[in-house]
């Protein structure tokens, strides 16, 4: 059993679904505004990036996209990496495992693919608080687009919030990325 350090109440969903920044439908011109290093959260946006010739320093993937299996080809796709990570993160939750991988691959030389078994989609917030000043993310919004978030104060404060909204130990979690 993963070791479930914060979990995503129903009440608080709504409030991801509002971008934390810039919506993005072409990749050149993603990249182009992007910071260093660049973490991408999810199959479709590490994909993106991939066939636009950047590999992420760190990138999140779990074989799915909208609660479907991703296309062989996308998964095919998703090479590159200096390093593989395998973790286990269940839908909406931060598990340490993830949290401690996100901070490795950060800290580590070259490029870091994690293998999330389960969901990824929340690690877009720990990682907006983990990268450096200068950093993105990028993580799909579903039938939108990709949203690059380089983040400031304001962007930091928005996502301790919901952290401490969240279910669980949020110093735990902060802890972990710091």
Known sequence: MSDVVLELPDALRADLKEPMG???????????????????????V???LLEAGRVPDVAFVDERTKRSAVDAAVSAAI??????????????TLTRALLVAMRDALDGDGTTLVDVDGEEDL??????????????????QPDE???LV???DATRER????????DGDTEAALEAVR
């Open 150 to 152: 380089t983040p400031d």
């Open 22 to 44: 810039r919506l993005y439908t072409d990749s050149a011109a993603l990249l182009a505004d992007a910071g260093d290093p660049l973490v991408a959260v999810g199959d479709i």
């Open 159 to 166: 996502v301790r919030s919901l952290l401490d909204r969240m």
């Open 79 to 92: 090479e590159g990496f200096d390093r593989r990570v395998s973790v286990s993160n269940p839908a909406a």
């Open 123 to 140: 690690a877009a917030l720990p990682a907006v608080l983990a990268i450096p000043d200068g950093g993105s993310v990028v993580y799909g």
């Open 46 to 48: 590490t994909y993106h």
């Open 145 to 147: 687009g990709m949203v």
